[in-house]
């Protein structure tokens, strides 16, 4: 326990003098980059406007000195433990830290203990910090509530999963939740420019080509966004030169910069050429332009989106198993973020690009688009709306003869199963049903 956690940006801010000297504290330790660039108020955090503005959360927080506890939810580098250091630093409160790594129920109770006596004794309240918190047991979350609920600390806990799987009722209800979002890549850029600018940041230039690459593997996380920048400028400055270009990155990053933008023509023909291979049946191929696409940076919840049109525009109820699919990959890439999201489109990946493929779904809803554009639809048939409308569930079969498109649609045929997959099954059944509900037409059912 303790709270060097908030105390290390002003020892490195103290040694560097304001003037832009040596990056190390008073004992000549070196202090990260990461850890020398920590806002000094909640107007430096970056990314987390909807939080830190004037009459966001946050402030309104900071300001009234509620003591309310909090949960900081978001992924690695968006700024939890920086806005848990701030708010221990307006609170006046005595500061303790634990990280659900390495505490145990036996260091919780001790940390409480300590802080109802201090409450007791000095009226001093206690900010217990808690990183990692879903990390915490149920029994181990169990054991903070009663310090919660009366008052003897203010717990501010920050875990990169969401509270509502990973936290226990009690305290969930007990706590204000505050969800941090990924570092957009403006933000990016300022942090860099901070870096570069900042007494307390470095003194070297930088490619525009080494920023971008950079911002690139970040991927919306500031602190190794500043670690890569940090550990670039020193190869560089160990290979004498003047500015630190892409190389640099890629040799500390140990990869190769990806021609890949996401802004541009790179993001959509990458994209289109991994839905192509998906769509053509070939999981190598399909695999690669994901791991491109993944190892660029590119926000998993595009691709998950990107699956999901690819299920049923490709796939649809060829395997009527792959839309579901897609859901659920989608929902756990929005629980779990990079790294291991890889993980879960991989296997979204590879089930739909060997699943038998139909865009007879895709075919038939446009079809009847263009035949509502042209027509406008025609009227309902007027027994649909009246009493001579006959109860399919009164015929033995479930079906009956009846007309149920407009007059001036009653011949369309639109959903035309392919014979791949479980539409073979759906493509005679459907045969058989058209026959049934269409033995009045003209055209006999065909």
Known sequence: MGD???????????????????????????????????????????????????????????????????????PPGTGKTTIAMLLGRQSRAHVVELSAVNAGVAQVRSAITEARDRLRRHSTPTLLFIDEVHRFSRTQQDALLPA?????????????????FS???????????????????????NLIERALTSPRGLDVTLSDEAGDHLRRLAAGDGRRLLTLLEAAAAAAGAAGAERVDVTHVEQVAQRVALRYDRAGDQHYDVASALIKSIRGSDVDAALHYLARMAEAGEDPRFLARRLLISAAEDIGL??????????????????????????????????????????????????????????GGGGVPAYLRTEAYAYPHDDRRGVVAQQYLPDALAHARYYRPTSRGAEAALGERWDNLRSIIRSTDSEGGS
Do not use: C, M
């Open 318 to 375: 060829a395997d009527p198993s792959a839309l579901p699919l897609a859901v659920a990959a989608a929902q756990a890439v929005g629980l779990v973020g990079w790294p291991e999201a890889r993980i879960i489109l991989a296997e979204a990946v590879i089930a739909l690009a060997l699943a038998p493929k139909s865009n007879a779904v895709y075919t038939a809803v446009d079809a009847a688009v263009r035949d509502v554009r042209a027509t």
């Open 4 to 74: 060097t956690l908030f105390t290390a940006p002003d020892d490195a801010q103290d040694s560097l003098g304001g003037d832009g000297g040596s990056p190390d504290d008073a004992t000549g330790v070196h202090v990260p980059l990461a850890a020398r660039l920590r806002p000094a108020s909640l107007a430096e955090v970056v990314g987390q406007d909807h939080l830190t503005r004037a009459d966001g959360p946050l402030a309104r927080l900071a300001t009234a000195g509620s003591g309310a506890s909090v949960v900081l939810y978001g």
């Open 148 to 164: 919660v609920e009366n008052g003897w600390v203010t717990l501010v806990a920050a875990t990169t999963e969401n509270p509502s």
């Open 167 to 189: 936290l226990v009722s009690p305290l969930l209800s007990r706590s204000l939740v505050l969800e941090l979002t990924p570092l957009s890549d403006d933000d990016l850029k």
